[in-house]
């Protein structure tokens, strides 16, 4: 069967790829990784999505789609050995060298988290700004200084039943006003 994929017909005919050999392809991934039948979901997810991201970047048509599959799951298994192999080359040597101090990589935070980060900290904070007096000094005993209601107490000369309803109203206003600006994005 030979499959001619345009961009206007790309996911109608992926859906048909896949779905005709998805299960052909589950078979040959398990010959695979006989030795860890757990990770054929994940192979056959990253296969799907790397067949889909493949037939939207180019206009080549493929000549066996079985044979295309079962070629782009053979490649994600091989990776999936080489990492674990090399995760296991590690885990053996630390656990080898028991007296010697190993650090990890330092993995950064992508560009596209720290503004969502920081953005979403901006907001909190000018959420926060905006409740009463009262809330914001109460909040910040309660999750700033780590106070329990008891402790809230000693120092407001409120009951903690106050205490907890003023905290749980602060909660609330902040949950709905991060619910309002999601909605508005």
Not at 12 to 37: G, M, T
Request: with cysteine; glycine share 0%; aromatic share 6%.
């Amino acid at each position: 069967m030979r499959v001619s994929v345009t961009h206007t017909d790309l996911d109608q005919a992926f859906s048909k790829i896949w779905l005709e050999h998805k299960n052909s392809v589950r078979r040959y991934c398990l010959r695979c990784l006989s030795d860890n039948p757990d990770t054929v979901d994940d192979v056959m997810s990253i296969t799907a999505e790397k067949a889909c991201r493949f037939l939207r970047s180019t206009d080549t048509s493929i000549q066996n789609p079985l044979a295309w599959l079962c070629t782009m799951a053979r490649n994600v298994c091989t990776d999936l050995h080489r990492t674990e192999a090399r995760e296991f080359e590690l885990v053996k040597q630390v656990c080898n060298s028991p007296n010697t101090f190993f650090f990890a990589a330092n993995n950064s935070e992508p560009l596209e988290q720290a503004i969502e980060r920081e953005y979403e900290l901006s907001s909190l904070l000018s959420a926060i700004m905006k409740l009463p007096k009262r809330q914001q000094e109460l909040l910040s005993m309660r999750v700033l200084d780590g106070l329990d209601y008891q402790q809230m107490a000693l120092h407001t000369h409120m009951s903690t039943v106050n205490l907890r309803k003023i905290v749980q109203l602060a909660r609330q206003q902040l949950r709905t006003t991060r619910f309002n600006q999601a909605s508005h994005i």
